[in-house]
């Protein structure tokens, strides 16, 4: 920090990694709680010599730098902390006084306290603050960040996955070929050979919450949870009634993600910008791909092991990706640099292969396109163990965005047939893709394709599919 920086900061009581302290010859004794506070977040500066007056500052300076300098650094080497912490010093003169500021970076060991675990101080806004208990556990489980899902679990092994889950993953994989060499191995080299399990065959933690089944994946990670919830209008506090959709439970994250790409896909635009040399339209899917991303994203930084969940919430007017867990670091150096350092790395590779997520740090400029493509803004927001990120849509008009009701509101009038809510869903996708197909369908809904069978059977008066099998589509005859 430059004397120029320093002189700007003082004029300014905002700054989260700024604390200024009077001190003539004594450290303050708050200043301990500081120390723990930057040490637990991004890091800080604390300004010796400076008064804070309301909201201005004024350089009052020290009297004994080579005192204060002393203690400070003795004590951060002593045991008065849990666990050694280092500073830089600089020394500046405004109007004539001595100030000292010291430069604390944030700890790789966490969480940092004084005297007791209670003493764990992090940094809220521009002031220090105890930490709770669940943000002193979300420390300790961050203490393994990056490593948690690589271990190996013992006594298990492909048995425990979802085969039908592997099945589909494979051919994902094998369809972009980043790994074109595992294409013909058998399930077991190719678990080995992408880290699903271990070189003696036991399932890592990664690879059993991307493809575990039950009773598995809770048994060894009891707080699994990838939530997706729709929700009609613009707050849960002006809900006029429950969620209008919520994704059945999952055995893994691989079965999630295709469930939530399925209904993300339904919220944003995807233009015709061409036709290609097979006479198809192409389609922009720019919004899409960025809302995958995000998705991909929450699913390989999510702390699996909290018991708080992850869960996506879609309004009116936006979506809404939440996480337990901190950031791995601050989101100005994530936002300028290529590393990536995700929380799960096993996960993160994983849709990775699967084309569902990018790598070496670009996911999150993709994200910070949404403002650029659609108009509309992007937010971040983070604590020391929870981030939440927004994009906002455009707000539809009251009245039309359940298009299960529009469609039920038709049918009833042209065929007098009230739709039980199964059925409403099943119109909606229908109308919203028509080229969906019955299993999809079920997936989406969470019940099985003899029972979507079932419905389509009391829909044949007002849905029927045209062409064949593969190429063909639905027809809602009355909408």
Known sequence: MTKEELVTRLRDIEWDDFEVKAAKSELPKNIWETVSAFS????????????????????????????????????????????????????YEIDGKNIIAFYI??????????????????????????????????????????????KSIPDTNIDMLNRDALADFRGEVRHWGLVSHL????????CKGVGITDHFGQLTFGGLIMLGKNPYTFNFVPTFCADYVEIPGVGVEAMTNNYTYRIPEQ??????????????????????????????????????????????????????????????HVF????????????????????NSFESQPRNP???????LAHLSENLGYGL???????????????????????????DFQTRESGTSDVAKNVAKNVAKNVA?????????????????????RAEIASVIGVSAKTIERELVTLSEIVHYVGSKKGGHWEIITY
């Open 417 to 437: 047939k009230n739709l039980t809510e199964r059925q409403q869903q099943i119109m909606t996708l229908i109308s919203k893709n028509p080229q969906t197909t």
């Open 40 to 91: 637990n977040c991004s890091g800080g500066w604390i300004v010796l010599g400076v008064k804070q007056l309301g909201k201005s500052f004024e350089v009052s300076g020290v009297d004994n730098i080579e005192k204060l300098e002393q203690d400070f650094f003795g004590t951060l080497r002593s045991k008065k902390f849990n666990v050694p912490l280092f500073a830089t010093l600089h020394r």
């Open 251 to 312: 055995q893994n994250l691989w079965e999630a993600s295709r469930v939530i790409l399925r209904r993300l896909r339904t919220l944003v635009n995807t233009p015709m910008v061409g036709i290609n040399e097979r006479g198809q339209s192409v389609e922009d899917f720019s919004e899409y791909n960025i809302l995958r991303e995000a998705m991909a994203n929450q699913m390989a930084h999510a702390d699996h092991f909290s018991p708080r969940r992850s869960c996506i």
């Open 183 to 190: 294409d013909s191995v058998s399930d077991e080299e190719f």
């Open 316 to 335: 009116d007017d936006r979506i809404e990706f939440l996480n337990p867990g901190g950031m791995p670091m601050p989101l100005d150096v994530m936002e």
């Open 346 to 352: 096993v996960i993160a590779k994983l849709f990775r």
């Open 365 to 391: 400029r993709k994200l910070k396109r949404w403002q650029e493509i659609t108009g509309r803004p992007m937010h971040i927001e983070t604590t020391i163990n929870s981030v939440k990120v927004t994009f």
């Open 105 to 150: 970076p944030s700890s790789e060991v966490k969480p940092v306290y004084f005297g007791s675990l209670e003493n764990t101080f992090i940094r809220m806004g521009s002031g220090d603050q105890r930490a709770t208990q669940q943000e002193i556990m979300s420390m300790i489980r961050d203490q393994s960040f990056g490593v948690q899902s690589q």
